[in-house]
């Protein structure tokens, strides 16, 4: 008795065909998000979440584009970046060109490795000059102790300068003792003052207002308008913070 194999059943192979290339789906980032603030300033955004390597493109992006003409000042925030205008785009195919022309730069924008300086800054933990060391501790479930170890730990990269005059937004937290900002801000901190708020650690270069919880205090001045530049801590610089003392 004979049998017949039916090609079909065996697969290409057996039949002597030639496999098909699979061909590799490729993700295309999504856009950066560009919106007007008012008629003299921009806002771009950078897609994706925020990471050192993209906060570099972001510096990139900003000295490329502090040469067009028509910017009159380019200021690189966390994972975005604003434009003011000598010139603003006085119409919408004006506008829609300066988006592409963004939208091009941030495409072809590498990271800028900036040598900065690395500060050390002694602090002390708890006591008085850290008031709501005790929400921390209630929110992350840690002790005073592994949160300062936790938080000292790190070399923090100073991803862009904000909020007030000489204030630096760091990244490089350890998630373990990421809080959230406080319901009811608290009217006035003083300078110095290192606080955290959600996955981000800051030192307050003034005295202000606040959502952040702040665990410690240093007595380093963040901002002489008598010094050029008046900010002590510039993007690519590195914090390091110093254990002085733990008041409980």
């Known amino acids: 008795m004979s049998t017949t194999t039916d090609p079909r059943a065996a697969g290409p192979r057996a039949s002597g065909a030639t496999p098909r290339k699979k061909t590799a789906s490729v993700k295309k980032a999504p856009p950066a998000s560009i919106s007007l603030l008012g008629t003299t300033a921009l806002l771009f955004e950078a897609p994706g979440e925020l ?37 603003p785009p006085r119409s919408a195919v004006a506008l829609e060109e300066l988006e592409a022309r963004l939208q091009a730069a941030w495409a072809a924008a590498v990271e800028l490795p900036i040598e900065g300086r690395l500060i050390e800054l002694p602090v002390v933990y708890g006591g008085e000059g850290g008031p709501h060391m005790a929400d921390v501790v209630a929110h992350t479930g840690l002790s005073v102790e592994e949160i300062v170890e936790m938080h000292s730990a790190p070399t923090y990269p100073v991803y862009a300068l904000g909020s007030h005059p000489g204030y630096c937004y760091l990244g490089g937290m350890d998630s373990r003792i990421a809080t959230p900002r406080r319901k009811v801000p608290v009217l006035s901190i003083p300078g110095g003052a290192v606080s955290i708020g959600g996955a981000q650690t800051g030192v307050s270069a003034s005295a202000g207002p606040s959502g952040w919880n702040t665990i410690g205090s240093t007595s380093m001045s963040f901002f002489d308008p008598t010094q050029d530049p008046p900010a002590l801590l510039q993007p690519g610089d590195m914090i390091r913070f110093r254990v002085e003392r733990i008041v409980q």
């Open 51 to 87: 990471e050192l390597a993209s906060q570099k493109r972001i510096w990139a992006l900003a000295r490329e584009t502090q040469a067009w003409p028509e910017v009159r000042e380019s200021v690189p925030g966390m994972n975005n970046l604003m434009l003011t205008f000598v010139r």
